[in-house]
């Protein structure tokens, strides 16, 4: 992951990452906190394969990520899954949160 986040952004563009594994990393939390600290300019998606998976790291990637996690385990087609997160990584995505005071109120950009 370090590898794909010290490649360039291309500008105005949201980076969006899929991590798709079956097993176990030795080091969750980094990997974790690494994808917190590029949220600002990425997206991470993650998919578990099998009853195996570390179920903390994927949902990790995408609690940090602001993407979405998912698995798969037997008998369940993974296509779906894939296709499941890719057409949610096609929605517009909201770099910037906002808050709202009131009903009465104009929504405020808060920059990150």
Excluded: W
Excluded at 5 to 15: A, C, D, H, R, S
Excluded at 70 to 94: H, M, S
């Amino acid at each position: 992951m370090t590898y794909v986040y010290g490649n360039p952004q291309i500008p105005e563009y949201l980076t969006q990452i899929f991590s798709i594994t079956d097993g176990h990393v030795g080091n969750r939390e980094e990997v974790i906190d690494l994808v917190g600290t590029k949220v600002k300019h990425s997206r991470s998606f993650a998919l578990g394969i099998g009853n195996g998976v570390d179920r903390n790291l994927i949902n990790g990637i995408a609690e940090k990520g602001a993407g979405t996690a998912a698995f798969v385990v037997e008998e369940e087609l993974i296509e779906k899954k894939i296709l499941e997160q890719l057409r949610i990584a096609l929605r517009p995505a909201l770099l910037h949160p906002i808050r709202v005071a009131n009903k009465t109120q104009i929504i405020h950009r808060l920059d990150c």
